[in-house]
């Protein structure tokens, strides 16, 4: 069966940087994308970008250009969210989910990833 | 960019009755190969999204058929027949004709029990 597991919570200081992992299996990775969603608490939810598994290509939200790298590991079926000079309110649940070819939708999520920032 | 507006904010339902939740798209949602790409999903509390529906009206496998999605072009409904307790959660809906560049959420509708 498919499934996403993510890296645990994390707690990151205003101004650095979290890396957040999302491993998939029960599927073929490289057939899939992934997009990366967050949740701020008690908010609605946020797409933040999207990477091909195939050939690593991305487009990232307009707020985020600048402060996401989104990359794979095809070899492990791990794709990677990394954010970079965080702020009190990239404080969030994290998501991956995968996207059909086409990318138009997402159909599986990962169990989600709390990110703390906080002073 | 495409804007989704979903309707009402909050849905208290008595169980056993209908609820309905809206959701309308600041552009047309017909790609041009024909397809309409909206989906819905449910959030439980605590727990991570899961799709419901794709292509406006195709259920998920599992999903039980008590849920229902309709519309066209920039209106589209989300029916669950007969609510029951475990349908308690935020309800979303996503584009993703507009893709690339991005796919777009609705702000939610929160179901709950009278």
């Known amino acids: 069966q498919v499934q996403l597991v993510q890296s645990g919570a994390e707690v990151k200081k205003p101004g650095a940087s979290v890396k957040v992992s999302c491993k998939a299996s029960?599927?073929?990775?490289?057939?899939?994308?992934i997009s990366w969603v967050r949740q701020a608490p008690g908010q609605g939810l946020e797409w933040m970008g999207w990477?091909?598994?195939?050939?690593?290509?991305?487009n990232y939200a307009q707020k985020l250009q600048g402060r996401v790298t989104m990359t794979t590991d095809t070899s492990t079926s791990t794709a990677y969210m990394e954010l970079r000079s965080l702020r009190s309110d990239d404080t969030a649940v994290y998501y991956c989910?995968?996207?059909?070819?086409?990318?138009?939708?997402?159909?599986?999520w990962g169990q989600g990833t709390l990110v703390t920032v906080s002073s | 960019d495409v804007v989704m507006t979903q309707s009402p904010l909050s849905l208290p339902v008595t169980l056993g009755q209908p609820a309905s939740i809206s959701c309308r798209s600041s552009?047309?949602?017909?790609?041009?190969?024909?397809?309409?790409?909206l989906n819905w999903f449910q959030q439980r509390p605590g727990q991570s999204p899961r799709r419901l529906i794709y292509?406006?009206?195709n259920r998920d496998s599992g999903v039980p058929d008590r849920f229902s999605g309709s519309g066209s072009g920039t209106d589209f409904t989300l029916k669950i027949s007969r609510v029951e307790a475990e349908d308690v959660g935020v309800y979303y809906c996503?584009?993703?004709?507009?893709?690339?560049?991005?796919?777009?959420f609705g702000g939610g509708t929160k179901v709950e029990i009278k």
């Open positions: 552009q047309s949602l017909v790609y041009s190969d024909g397809n309409t790409y």
């Open positions: 989910a995968r996207n059909p070819r086409g990318g138009e939708t997402v159909d599986y």
């Open positions: 292509k406006v009206s």
């Open positions: 990477i091909s598994a195939y050939n690593g290509n991305t």
């Open positions: 029960g599927y073929t990775f490289t057939s899939y994308g």
């Open positions: 996503m584009q993703g004709t507009h893709w690339p560049p991005r796919l777009t």
